[in-house]
């Protein structure tokens, strides 16, 4: 025991013990390895003491006591193996079992696990209840409510820690029962399919759906979730090389929780689509932008090749452009879902074999005005705060994020902050779920965002609410910046971005006055041609206030893809090496030659959108993408295509026939995420080892090895053995995860950077004492209103905003190919508020068009009043609907992010939604339940 800590003594079985403020009795007991029976506590969730089975004799006192409630007091004898609390404790589980069904269900339930180590054996009584139906209605979840014994774990899980409140206890005596909102079906209620009630639940009541758990895994191996920036660990139920079904873990991020994607969707990995042999496209076959795509049917366009043959045409090609028009002439795309290693080794590839800086990946359409934005002003492009430090904070804003569907676990934290009672400040065009959450929403005009933010700081500086000794001892700028807002009174910015002048000067006391205010946002505020200046205004308003360098305050962007900040991180971007130092920086670029005995390209390469443009203009010839789909994701995706489809040589290494591999000349099958380790970054700066579970398919081979292979073909002589060896290399290059040694990954699982002194703690809150900019001095930079590049007209006259949705992820390649997924959101819809579907004469469920001045996509229109009128909100993850086709390429002219949020569309009713037959729910589910058999 800590000796500083004020200890409680008592005995326990006729042991001293001594028990921590706050300890229960079951919590002294576990930690002095003392087994007690427990069915309705579970370590996390409010102890309610309801099923009795954790019973014990304390000396003195007429009833038993339950232990997870009960508190130790000094001198207290506790008894939980005496003769009358065993016999409570035997009752309690036999009386639990007489109403037990005998299914597969409850096979490995934990009733009969405490009742065996009790010896209680066949129970006595009779079933009392009546056993209610089987409710299969929802795709993920078997609810089998006869296995129920009414422990209200599930309860706890769904309103304490997801905070979705769907399960509740409804009816009295022997009628009570767990209901569904309104007593509805799973399937029909408000259930988001997070599963954290299946994973708390102790008898089988409920379930994974189809029975994917039935069976029991061979094994269980450790990792982390392949989905977004939250980093969420996980563990993989492995049999016969399936993984069965995943459970969340304690780990840093998540401790134990997932959102349904890192729950379900993980069988994407056995899909019928999966590319298992390397493929040569036919002689003769013709490329083009304009195309119909059949994964079924890829030996049409493709032919079957070996490796060999593969990497001599994929990498001697691309040797023979480079050779002959020189590096500028190639480009690569890595991607944000493979590891730290594979990008690292993936932009050395491109700047030591290509020899360019042409090398990016997505975050160029997702954080890169946020990242412009921080270097410039912090010195850093990561996070100051982990997202878990709004636990601390006593004032949380969100802004230009819908954590609820594009980060949900991070959600739950931020859920649960505001239940404690801090004051949540959710400012958005869009009216996410967070928002009934809120202390105060403002639901600001789409592309006014600088506007609101001005006048924010305005009132900071009016009411003198600026903290002068933290901007003079570390600013610089200040005084522009306040001469600069001076303009934007809340009074002028009101009819600008449709919020009150007085909600504005509340919300800027609150946030300037608190002990700890904290900034998240999201790519609401990065995807505008104003994205850097929407981030810089956030850093001012941390800056003016003091409100960074301590926790529960501080500056969070929210990472969209799992490994986006590692990526960067590594250099697989166009103006840094690893560690963000500039390509043009005669230093960096010289410690950089040395490390890869390479002379490396001064001149700061090519970004995504600016690539496509450069092989339209015939500058570009080849390109290497590896585990990107640009094809889906970037803006005119039309524009995109036809600049793929112009390529003289395109090699795409990746899972599935995507549409950026249908152009492609070369198709090198890859590995998906468990089939694979590496180490991943997450959006707290949290370096966490990624585990291989499963073997890859076929042929298809392990990323690293792919890449090593390319690099020969290019000239260059690697030869790592084990993907410790690249981390080993990073290390020695980046001194933020220097410290941090892959012996100690494998060890603690995951450690927080900077970490630069071996088997030191890591830094997870930084800017502590000072800025890593010239003098330690964060900058101010003002910013002023600049409008989208497209506004409506009177012939496109509604805002396109384009998105996430919860169930799949970025472009759907993986998610509409694991058969939950793709069973709860099957069809392209787009979000449009009743107001316009009624304007429009479309009812919900209708097919409408949508245009813009770049093309058009049919899709259902689905009624919801999240999005302002006048605003159509759609994911980007719908191949038959792919929405980016009408999305404006325009970009920020400082982070070169193109403009997702904003561009003018008309709709119209009516319309055919395509069907190419590349994906469906219903073919997915029939495998799904196949492997459950």
């Known amino acids: ?166 399960i509740g206890l409804a009816f009295r005596g022997q009628d009570a029962k767990i209901v569904f909102d309104q007593d509805d079906p799973l399937g029909a209620s408000t259930c988001v399919a997070c599963g954290e009630c299946v994973q708390a639940c102790p008898t089988g009541a409920l379930m994974p759906a189809r029975g994917v758990a039935l069976p029991v895994p061979d094994k269980q191996v450790d990792s982390v979730c392949p989905y977004c920036g939250v980093g969420c660990q996980l563990t993989y139920n492995v049999k016969d090389n399936r993984i069965l079904y995943v459970e969340g873990r304690d780990g840093p991020a998540n401790h134990g929780r997932l959102c349904v994607k890192g729950r379900y969707g993980f069988d994407y990995a056995h899909h019928p689509h999966r590319l298992t042999t390397p493929l040569i496209r036919r002689e003769g076959m013709p490329k083009t932008g304009e195309f119909a795509m059949d994964p079924d049917r890829v030996l049409d366009v493709f032919r079957e090749a070996s490796w060999e043959e593969a990497l001599a045409l994929a990498g001697g090609t691309l040797a023979r452009i480079r050779d002959q028009h020189g590096g500028a002439a190639l480009a690569g795309f890595g991607s944000a879902k493979g590891s730290n290693e594979e990008a690292y080794l993936f932009q050395k590839l491109v700047r030591t074999g290509f020899k360019t800086n042409n090398v990016d990946h997505c975050t160029r359409l997702c954080h890169a005005s946020s990242v412009s934005a921080l270097l410039e002003g912090i010195g850093s492009g990561a996070v100051s705060n982990p997202v878990m430090d709004v636990m601390r904070a006593e004032v949380i804003v969100i802004i230009g994020a819908n954590p609820t569907v594009n980060h949900p676990v991070a959600a739950t934290w931020i859920k649960n902050a505001a239940k404690a009672g801090a004051k949540l400040i959710v400012l958005d065009p869009r009216r996410s779920d967070l928002a ?138 166009p103006m840094m090496l690893p560690d963000y130092g500039r390509v043009d920086n005669p230093a960096v670029r010289a410690k950089f030659e040395a490390a890869w005995n390479a002379t490396l ?59 950026t591999a249908y152009l492609a000349d070369v198709i090198l099958p890859a590995s998906a995420f468990p089939e694979k380790t590496g180490s991943f ?74 970490c630069p002194v071996e088997e030191g703690p890591g830094q997870p809150v930084v800017f502590t004492d000072s800025f890593p900019r010239e003098g330690g001095k964060a900058r101010f930079v003002p910013a002023d209103i600049i409008p989208a590049d497209e506004r409506p007209d009177a012939d496109y006259p509604l805002v396109l905003i384009t998105g996430r949705q919860l169930e799949h992820w970025h472009t759907g390649s993986m998610t509409r190919r694991a058969g939950v997924l793709d069973a709860i959101e099957p069809d392209p819809v787009a979000l449009v508020h009743p107001l316009d579907l009624q304007k429009l004469g479309v009812q919900p469920g209708a097919v409408i068009t949508i245009a813009s001045r770049r093309g058009e996509v049919a899709l259902y229109a689905r009624a919801d009043d999240s999005s302002p009128v006048g605003a159509i909100f759609v994911p980007f993850c719908y191949y038959e609907a792919a929405i980016n086709r009408l999305t404006n390429a325009a970009l920020d002219p400082y982070g070169k992010i ?33 492997l459950a058999t």
């Not at 696990?113 to 066949?122: E, N």
């Not at 800027?508 to 104003?530: D, E, F, N, P, V």
Request: net charge negative; with cysteine.
């Open 681 to 754: 970054t997450n959006t707290d700066r949290l370096v966490q080892l990624g585990r291989q579970a499963i073997d890859s398919p076929g042929e298809a081979r392990q990323d690293l090895w792919i890449v090593q292979q390319m690099a020969r073909q290019l000239g260059l002589d690697w030869d790592y053995g084990h993907v410790s060896e690249v981390f080993d290399e990073m290390r020695r290059t980046m001194p933020s995860i220097a410290g941090i040694t892959w012996e100690r990954l494998e060890r603690e699982g995951a450690v927080v950077y900077p």
């Open 436 to 573: 009934r959450h809120a202390h105060r929403y403002l639901q600001f005009k789409p592309d006014t965002d600088v506007a609101l933010l001005n006048a924010l700081m305005h009132t900071i500086v009016e009411e003198r609410l600026v903290d002068p000794a933290f901007i003079a001892a570390r600013t610089v700028g200040y005084a522009e910046l306040e001469a600069n807002v001076a303009a934007y009174s809340p009074e002028a910015m009101a009819p600008i971005c449709g919020i009150d002048a007085e909600t504005i000067r509340y919300v800027a006391r609150l946030y300037a006055t608190s002990k700890g205010s904290m900034i998240l946002w999201g790519m609401g505020i990065s995807q505008h041609i104003h994205g850097t200046d929407n981030a810089r205004c956030l850093i001012a308003l941390s800056l003016m206030t003091g409100q960074i360098g301590r926790p529960g305050t501080g500056l969070h962007p929210l990472r969209g893809q799992n490994n986006v900040q590692g990526a960067s991180d590594a250099g697989l971007i």
């Open 1 to 166: 025991m800590n000796a500083h800590i004020q200890t409680i003594a008592f005995e326990l079985n006729g042991r001293a013990v001594e028990a921590l403020p706050g300890e229960t009795l079951i919590e002294v007991a576990a930690r002095e390895g003392v087994e007690l029976p427990r069915l309705c506590y579970k370590p996390g969730l409010e102890a309610v003491g309801n099923c009795r089975s954790c019973m014990v004799e304390i000396a003195g006192e007429r009833v038993l006591a339950p232990s997870c409630c009960r508190f130790p007091s000094a001198g207290m004898q506790v008894h939980t193996a005496s003769p009358r609390a065993v016999a409570a404790q035997k009752m309690v589980l036999e009386l639990l079992l007489a109403d037990m069904p005998e299914a597969l269900y409850t096979r490995q339930n934990e009733v009969d696990f405490w009742a065996g180590k009790l010896g209680v054996g066949k129970p006595r009584f009779a079933p009392t209840r009546a056993q209610p139906q089987l409710d299969a209605s929802h795709a993920a979840i078997t609810v089998n409510l006869d296995a129920c014994i009414q422990c209200t774990r599930c309860v706890r899980a769904c309103r304490d820690e997801q905070v979705n409140e769907v």
């Open 898 to 930: 193109p403009e997702f949020k904003y561009c003018a569309v008309k709709v119209v009713p009516g319309g055919e939604v395509a069907r190419q037959g590349s994906y469906g729910g219903g073919q997915i589910l029939a495998g799904v339940a196949q």
């Open 601 to 659: 390209d001064p001149k700061p390469g090519l970004t995504v959108v600016e690539i496509m443009d450069a092989i339209c203009a015939g500058q570009i010839r080849g390109m290497y993408i590896m585990g990107e789909n640009p094809a889906m994701s970037d803006p005119d995706a039309n524009h995109a295509r036809a600049a793929l489809a112009a390529l003289e040589h395109l090699v795409v290494q990746d899972l599935f026939l995507t549409e």
